[in-house]
């Protein structure tokens, strides 16, 4: 079945622990994405991927990381995680070979930082 | 930049009948791909229907169809024959043509909740 798996789907951790959520998507898909989703703002893109080796910032990057080493994993690492980034995460991803393609969507990570 | 806006946060409407959720945009761009995307209470993001910009007819999928204006820069979603299962969050989002950056990107609205009630 042609999906994305994101894990985990709850997490809840404390102030400046290190953790990592990971992304697999077994479509064989360039573009690789992540959001977070709060109320009242929609989701928002916080790091995409074109390929591997190549990543850069979407609108919200400040305080996670990313990397692409291979083209079927996309990891969301947050080095020191603070409150302020509870929030219900996805990683998306897409085929990107013409236009309007749409993004498909990993099953959410609600991470909570106390 | 792009902004996408939902102005209803939520709607209700009864079993079988039908609702229309609205959405506008905002951009310099010609062309682009619009999308609403359903997320139930599971969490899932769900894809509903996607319009092209440079195409006028609007897009159909079953129940669910759009009113494009592209002049307006609207880009509503009507759903027939309101189900129980239609009971979701709704989002809107905008995606710019190729070749202009991150154009994989989806630029959300805030989303509307929707409850169908028996």
């Known amino acids: 079945e042609a999906q994305v798996t994101q894990n985990p789907r709850y997490l809840i951790t404390v102030t400046g622990k290190k953790l990592t959520v990971t992304c697999s998507q077994n479509?064989?898909?360039?573009?690789m994405s992540w959001y977070r989703q709060d109320p009242g703002l929609g989701l928002r893109q916080i790091y995409y991927s074109m390929n591997v080796e190549v990543t850069d910032k979407g609108d919200v990057p400040e305080g996670y990381k990313v990397s692409r080493k291979e083209k079927r994993n996309f990891p969301l690492i947050l080095e020191s995680p603070s409150p302020n980034q509870t929030s219900l995460y996805f990683c998306a991803s897409s085929l990107f070979d013409r236009g309007g393609s749409p993004l498909h969507f990993g099953n959410g990570t609600r991470l909570t930082v106390t | 930049a792009q902004t996408v806006t939902q102005s209803q946060p939520e709607m209700s409407v009864q079993e079988a009948e039908t609702v229309t959720l609205s959405c506008t945009y905002d951009t310099s761009e010609n062309n682009y791909y619009l999308f609403w995307y359903k997320q139930p209470p599971s969490r899932q993001m769900i894809l509903v229907i996607r319009?092209?910009?440079?195409?006028?007819q609007n897009a159909t999928e079953n129940r669910f169809s759009v009113n494009f204006q592209k002049a307006a820069k609207s880009f509503s979603l009507k759903i027939s024959d309101s189900q129980l299962g239609d009971t979701a969050m709704y989002f809107c989002a905008f995606m710019k043509p190729p070749g202009s950056g991150n154009t994989g990107k989806l630029i959300f609205g805030q989303g509307t909740t929707l409850q169908v009630k028996p």
């Open positions: 319009q092209e910009a440079y195409k006028q």
């Open positions: 479509m064989n898909h360039e573009y």
